[in-house]
C-alpha cells in the first residue's frame, strides 16, 4: 500500500530564516505530486505540483519554491520567510494520468515568528 | 473569485440523523468532484467522488449527489456518528486540468451524543 511521509511535523521559525519541508511517498512510482497550504480559516490552497523530476509548476506567485530531486521526494522550501507564510503545509500524490484522487500526508504545521 | 463554495462554516447534528453537507461550484469545466475529511492537526482524507457523468455515489454511509444543472452537490451522511465530527472540504477537477483541485473552505460538522 501507498504511504506518504512530512517531515516536520511542526516547525517554528523567525521571520527572515530559510525553510526547508519534505515530503516523500512509498509504494508507488511515478506520482504527481502536490503542496498545499491552509492558512487560518482558509480552505487548501495549491501551491505547487509535479508530474515528474525537475518538473516543477507553481500555482501562486510568492516567496516558496518547490523542487523534485528524485521520483518520490517533494521538497518545499523557502529562502526568507515571511509572517504570512504561517500555516498548515501538505503533502499531496496522485497517480498520473485521467482524474485520479489525491491523496494527503500527515501535515506540517509552520508558524512564522 | 472562488470557484468552489460551501456556504455553510459550520453544522450540528444529532447522532444517529442525517447530515447534508453542501457544495455549489461556478466553473462549468470542473466535471470531477471530491469529499475530504480533515481532523484539526492532520491531513485531509479522501471520503468519496463523483463523475460528472453520475448524478450519485455511494459508498456505506456516505452519498454523494451531484446537480450539474444547479452546479450543486451534496454529502450525505447516515447516521451520523460523533466520530463523523470534522471539517469536510469539497473539490473539484476540471477537464482541462486533471492536476489542480480547486478546494472549498469547508464545512464544520459537530455530531452530538
Known amino acids: 500500500s501507498q504511504t506518504i511521509h512530512q517531515w516536520p511535523a511542526t516547525l517554528v521559525q523567525p521571520v527572515g530564516s530559510p525553510l526547508s519541508l519534505e515530503c516523500t511517498v512509498e509504494?508507488?512510482?511515478?506520482?504527481?505530486l502536490y503542496w498545499y497550504r491552509q492558512a487560518a480559516g482558509r480552505g487548501l490552497q495549491l501551491l505547487f505540483y509535479s508530474v515528474g523530476i525537475g518538473q516543477i509548476s507553481s500555482e501562486v506567485p510568492q516567496n516558496l519554491s518547490a523542487s523534485r530531486p528524485q521520483d518520490r521526494q517533494f521538497i518545499l522550501s523557502s529562502k526568507k520567510l515571511l509572517l504570512s507564510d504561517s500555516g498548515f503545509y501538505l503533502c499531496a500524490w496522485s497517480v498520473q494520468g485521467g482524474f485520479e484522487t489525491q491523496y494527503f500526508g500527515p501535515g506540517t504545521r509552520l508558524l512564522v515568528l | 473569485d472562488q470557484q468552489v463554495k460551501q456556504n455553510s462554516p459550520s453544522l450540528s447534528v444529532q447522532e444517529g440523523r442525517i447530515s447534508i453537507l453542501n457544495c455549489d461550484y461556478t466553473?462549468?469545466?470542473?466535471?470531477?468532484f471530491l469529499w475530504y475529511k480533515k481532523y484539526p492537526a492532520e491531513g485531509p482524507t479522501f471520503l468519496i467522488s463523483i463523475s460528472s457523468i453520475k448524478d450519485k455515489n455511494e459508498d456505506g454511509r456516505f452519498t454523494v449527489f451531484l446537480n450539474k444543472s444547479a452546479k450543486h452537490l451534496s454529502l450525505h451522511i447516515v447516521p451520523s456518528q460523533p466520530g463523523d465530527s470534522a471539517v469536510y472540504f469539497c473539490?473539484?477537477?476540471?477537464?482541462?486540468?486533471?492536476?489542480?483541485?480547486?478546494f472549498g473552505k469547508g464545512t464544520l460538522l459537530t455530531v452530538n451524543p
Open positions: 509504494g508507488t512510482s511515478n506520482p504527481n
Open positions: 473539490a473539484a477537477l476540471s477537464g482541462g486540468s486533471n492536476y489542480k483541485l480547486t
Open positions: 466553473n462549468s469545466m470542473f466535471d470531477y
